[in-house]
């Protein structure tokens, strides 16, 4: 599975991107997907997941309310809608995907870039204040 993630670019406080993350190589659509940031001189971060289904989603804390990770399972595609962006989400985000769908039953598995199989190559947003 290849994973091409786009969408980032420069936008001011408050503002809004979509990133989109298309795969190729094989149909997605019982994969979980998902989305982690790295900003630098940090850790790769948990961002948020979605089911093959699309009917389970989980964020972290620090942009539930804010950001919305959606799928087009006909597309082979993932995105994730970042509204009222904060300096702090500056960082390049990454798309990843699993076959293993039981990683959304445990929060320390979902949240843990180790238990994603496949990655895009990064797409950097940056907020300015």
């Known amino acids: 599975v290849q994973l091409q993630a786009s969408g980032g670019g420069l936008v001011q406080a408050g503002g809004s991107l979509r990133l989109s993350c298309a795969a190729s190589?094989?149909?997605?659509?019982?994969?979980?997907m998902g989305w982690f940031r790295q900003a630098p001189g940090k850790d790769r971060e948990f961002v948020a997941v979605?089911?093959?289904?699309?009917?389970?989603?989980y964020y972290s804390y620090s942009v539930k309310g804010r950001f919305t990770i959606s799928r087009d399972n006909a597309k082979n595609t993932v995105y994730l809608q970042m509204n009222s962006l904060k300096p702090d989400d500056t960082a390049v985000y990454y798309c990843?995907?699993?076959?293993?769908?039981?990683?959304?039953?445990?929060?320390?598995?979902?949240?843990?870039?180790?238990?994603?199989?496949?990655w895009g190559q990064g797409t950097q947003v940056t907020v300015s204040s």
């Open positions: 990843t995907a699993t076959e293993n769908r039981g990683i959304l039953l445990s929060l320390r598995l979902r949240v843990s870039a180790t238990s994603y199989d496949y």
């Open positions: 190589g094989r149909t997605v659509s019982s994969y979980a």
């Open positions: 979605i089911s093959g289904s699309g009917g389970s989603t």
